[in-house]
């Protein structure tokens, strides 16, 4: 008997922490393997009116921030964008690339990289924190459970209407602004949604995370990535706009599509779910209150409460687009609103506190994961490789032919994304180096712009270093569950964008 219980049981796959660390040693090992090295970078220095050049030995020296130091250095850009603020991080300066003394990251390293990822990302989960006590606030007055009830009503056999609305919104989100850590409010607002119109987490995942990665992938005008990648390169972001615009419709239909496929095989089986075994478990935790024969009345202070809620977001997108803000503010906002949903639900000041604390509790795990995932990048940083990646990539696409030049960039620029998780860091250290190359064998700056974009968005559907694992720890979805759903999808975008990078050689 004991055996057949262990046989059924089977294999589990393991937690994303687990994941993590098992990353986190492969990239370690990465640091004895690969030389170590660096490109001499570049900064301005708005209060010096000065560039300062780092060489790799460390040497700091200054120069004149003027278009000729630009042109010495081989920079193609014009000097204006530092000037203005568009480039602010260094930038590689192009035929400067040293070895320096390797630096392994040893068993100390790995150990105690984890601490500093969770020191490093301390804004971004205390973000996650304050949201999991404002969620469990709502959910405690009964107000989620009304809405989804109301709802419910009305969308009637056009449930995959909101699928459509909210990966279509966040898609246009993440082309103009970026839209993406800051999804993460969404998904305890949107899962019970979901779940309670006969969806499994997978599509209310693929609705939030597609959206957004669909349209930081094919962005248009994102201020922190296509621009700062345009203006490092040398051109101006309307080139190959058009073209942009065009690949994130489709891929955005393309990808409604998938969605619509599963989710329509979900509603009609609940067994076709590839996370049906979990499905009690996820329904515990977030339909747990929820029973639509007896639902609390949708009241004007559950209305007023709702409103508050999500009226945050709308001030929370301007802040990010047009104020600067980041997690601390967005921390700020959400924090106000959950002091203001305590006065308005009728809790006494000791249930009001506990219940934030118990909702701030149960997103611990979430908060962590963000900090895990960002070790692996100070490892890899520590160990001083990504340079020396971005020189081994420079060297393979020289002299190729313009179609296959485009697509290998993109290949390229994937796996590189993975090394370099932030797209506009990604962007500063590699377009001075890339973009030239794309002189050498005639094809547009703005094609290396793209392969840049649609590569590394390509490799966020899955990367473990981006958001992910946070997002599948968030909804109890383990990470097996989540490529056995994407990667079909991962493939024919990849085939997509492969087609359209073709073709824009093709047009010039």
């Known amino acids: 008997?004991?055996?057949?219980?262990?046989?059924?049981?089977?294999?589990?796959?393991?937690?994303?922490?687990?994941?993590?660390?098992?990353?986190?040693?492969?990239?370690?090992?990465?640091?004895?393997?690969?030389?170590?090295?660096?490109?001499?970078?570049?900064?301005?220095?708005?209060?010096?009116?000065?560039?300062?050049?780092?060489?790799?030995?460390?040497?700091?020296?200054?120069?004149?921030?003027?278009?000729?130091?630009?042109?010495?250095?081989?920079?193609?850009?014009?000097?204006?964008?530092?000037?203005?603020?568009?480039?602010?991080?260094?930038?590689?300066?192009?035929?400067?690339?040293e070895e320096i003394p390797r630096s392994p990251q040893g068993i100390i390293d790995i150990i105690m990289s984890p601490i500093k990822g969770i020191m490093d990302t301390v804004d971004i989960m205390v973000f996650v924190l304050i949201l999991g006590g404002i969620i469990g606030l709502i959910n405690k007055t009964g107000t989620f459970d009304a809405g989804i009830a109301a709802l419910s009503k009305r969308s009637k056999g056009k449930e995959f209407l909101l699928v459509v609305f909210v990966c279509s919104l966040i898609s246009l989100g993440g082309t103009t602004f970026g839209l993406a850590e800051e999804t993460i409010a969404l998904y305890p607002i949107l899962m019970p949604i979901f779940l309670a119109s006969g969806y499994d987490a997978i599509v209310c995942i693929a609705a939030i995370y597609m959206g957004s990665s669909i349209g930081t992938m094919f962005s248009t005008v994102n201020p922190f990535s296509v621009v700062i990648a345009s203006n490092a390169a040398g051109i101006s972001f309307n080139d190959g706009l058009t073209i942009r615009i065009i690949s994130l419709i489709l891929a955005t239909i393309i990808t409604l599509v998938y969605i619509y496929n599963y989710a329509r095989k979900v509603k009609k089986d609940p067994k076709n779910s590839l996370i049906y075994e979990d499905l009690d478990k996820i329904e515990e935790r977030f339909l747990k209150e929820y029973d639509p024969d007896n639902v609390a009345p949708f009241n004007w202070k559950r209305i007023l409460i709702l409103i508050i809620f999500l009226g945050a977001f709308p001030v929370m997108i301007w802040g990010v687009s047009k104020a600067d803000w980041w997690f601390p503010?967005?921390?700020?906002?959400?924090?106000?609103?959950?002091?203001?949903?305590?006065?308005?639900?009728?809790?006494?000041?000791?249930e009001a506190v506990n219940t934030f604390i118990d909702g701030a509790a149960d997103l611990v795990g979430v908060a962590l994961v963000i900090g895990v995932a960002r070790a692996i990048n100070i490892v890899m940083d520590n160990g001083m490789i990504s340079d020396t990646l971005l020189?081994?990539?420079?060297?393979?696409?020289?002299?190729?032919?313009?179609?296959?030049?485009?697509?290998?960039?993109?290949?390229?620029?994937?796996?590189?994304?993975?090394?370099?998780?932030?797209?506009?860091?990604?962007?500063?250290?590699?377009?001075?180096?890339?973009?030239?190359?794309?002189?050498?064998?005639?094809?547009?700056?703005?094609?290396?712009?793209?392969?840049?974009?649609?590569?590394?968005?390509?490799?966020?559907?899955?990367?473990?270093?981006?958001?992910?694992?946070?997002t599948l720890e968030m909804v109890d979805v383990t990470y097996n569950k989540w490529l056995k759903f994407i990667l079909p999808l991962m493939g024919i975008i990849g085939i997509f964008a492969v087609i359209m990078l073709v073709l824009q050689t093709m047009l010039i």
């Open 329 to 350: 503010e967005m921390s700020g906002l959400f924090f106000a609103v959950s002091i203001v949903i305590m006065f308005l639900s009728g809790f006494s000041e000791k």
């Open 391 to 470: 020189q081994y990539t420079s060297n393979i696409i020289e002299n190729m032919n313009g179609g296959v030049f485009a697509v290998v960039q993109m290949i390229l620029f994937s796996l590189l994304g993975f090394f370099i998780p932030s797209s506009s860091g990604l962007a500063t250290l590699s377009m001075p180096i890339m973009a030239p190359l794309a002189d050498t064998v005639e094809v547009a700056r703005h094609i290396v712009v793209s392969a840049y974009n649609w590569g590394q968005g390509w490799m966020s559907f899955i990367t473990p270093t981006g958001l992910i694992l946070a």
């Open 1 to 97: 008997m004991e055996n057949q219980n262990k046989k059924k049981k089977g294999f589990e796959f393991p937690t994303a922490f687990t994941v993590l660390f098992i990353i986190l040693i492969l990239a370690a090992l990465l640091t004895y393997i690969v030389p170590a090295g660096l490109f001499a970078k570049l900064e301005y220095n708005a209060d010096t009116n000065e560039f300062q050049r780092i060489d790799p030995d460390g040497n700091v020296s200054t120069l004149p921030a003027t278009q000729e130091t630009l042109d010495n250095l081989k920079v193609t850009m014009k000097v204006e964008k530092f000037l203005d603020g568009s480039i602010r991080k260094p930038i590689a300066i192009p035929d400067t690339y």
